[in-house]
């Protein structure tokens, strides 16, 4: 069954979680210790490229400080891939009944997503209490999360999507908020060009937002 203390523990332990595509596996070693001295400790890896489970595997092996995650999990083989592969944690971007089940039986913490209250009165009445609101700015962001504390008093949310930090203050100061994930940390330019100081500066901008 889902374990809320364990994700909660997860998620509180940064403010921002970087959401990593990463096409060559060869760079998830450096990016990962980037983002780990920027202070961001807790990453996320999409499956999404053919080099994602290799870059899992890779960081979960060289980068012990480093807790890595699978993200775009949506089918059950993706979480099996990616606990295998040596993810710390699972994280989907919508959770329709058959990945909910998966999910129950899993041990790790996982993030199911959402995008609607029915989505998470359903969620949490499977005993999850931390989700995953995707996509954040696309479905009423920090408005939505606000409307939906007094009702919804026992979830708690990671809204990805559309979040940078230009806006990640006003996610972050919400009650029901525990942390945010955005690519904003590791921009497209600077992983092509190896830049590794320039994410790690970014990275310690975003551990600076709590507080």
Same mark, same amino acid.
């Given at each position: 069954?889902?374990?809320?203390?364990?994700?909660?523990?997860?998620?509180?332990?940064?403010?921002?979680?970087?959401?990593?595509?990463?096409?060559?596996?060869?760079?998830?070693?450096?990016? !990962?210790?980037? +983002?780990? /001295?920027? $202070?961001?400790? @807790?990453?996320?890896?999409?499956?999404?490229?053919?080099?994602?489970? #290799? &870059?899992?595997?890779?960081?979960?092996?060289?980068?012990?400080?480093?807790?890595?995650?699978?993200?775009?999990?949506?089918?059950?083989?993706?979480?099996?891939?990616?606990?295998?592969?040596?993810?710390?944690?699972?994280?989907?971007?919508?959770?329709?009944?058959?990945?909910?089940?998966?999910?129950?039986?899993?041990?790790?913490?996982?993030?199911?997503?959402?995008?609607?209250?029915?989505? !998470?009165?359903? +969620?949490? /009445?499977? $005993?999850?209490? @931390?989700?995953?609101?995707?996509?954040?700015?696309?479905?009423?962001? #920090? &408005?939505?999360?606000?409307?939906?504390?007094?009702?919804?008093?026992?979830?708690?949310?990671?809204?990805?999507?559309?979040?940078?930090?230009?806006?990640?203050?006003?996610?972050?100061?919400?009650?029901?908020?525990?942390?945010?994930?955005?690519?904003?940390?590791?921009?497209?330019?600077?992983?092509?060009?190896?830049?590794?100081?320039?994410?790690?500066?970014?990275?310690?901008?975003?551990?600076?937002?709590?507080?």
């Amino acid at each position: 069954m889902p374990d809320a203390t364990e994700s909660l523990s997860l998620l509180s332990r940064v403010p921002v979680i970087p959401v990593l595509t990463i096409d060559d596996f060869e760079i998830a070693v450096p990016l !990962a210790r980037a +983002l780990c /001295d920027g $202070g961001l400790p @807790v990453i996320e890896v999409t499956l999404r490229t053919r080099a994602a489970l #290799a &870059a899992i595997a890779a960081i979960a092996v060289e980068v012990p400080d480093c807790i890595v995650g699978a993200g775009t999990v949506v089918r059950h083989v993706d979480a099996a891939f990616a606990i295998d592969a040596g993810a710390k944690f699972l994280v989907s971007p919508g959770t329709d009944s058959v990945l909910a089940e998966t999910f129950t039986e899993i041990e790790i913490p996982v993030l199911p997503g959402c995008a609607t209250v029915s989505e !998470a009165m359903v +969620l949490s /009445d499977l $005993g999850f209490e @931390v989700l995953k609101f995707f996509p954040a700015e696309a479905s009423g962001g #920090a &408005a939505w999360l606000k409307a939906v504390a007094a009702p919804l008093p026992h979830i708690r949310f990671c809204p990805t999507g559309g979040i940078d930090m230009r806006n990640a203050r006003d996610y972050l100061t919400l009650p029901n908020v525990i942390a945010v994930g955005g690519s904003w940390v590791v921009p497209k330019d600077a992983l092509a060009a190896n830049d590794f100081a320039r994410i790690r500066t970014l990275a310690r901008e975003a551990s600076g937002l709590r507080g």
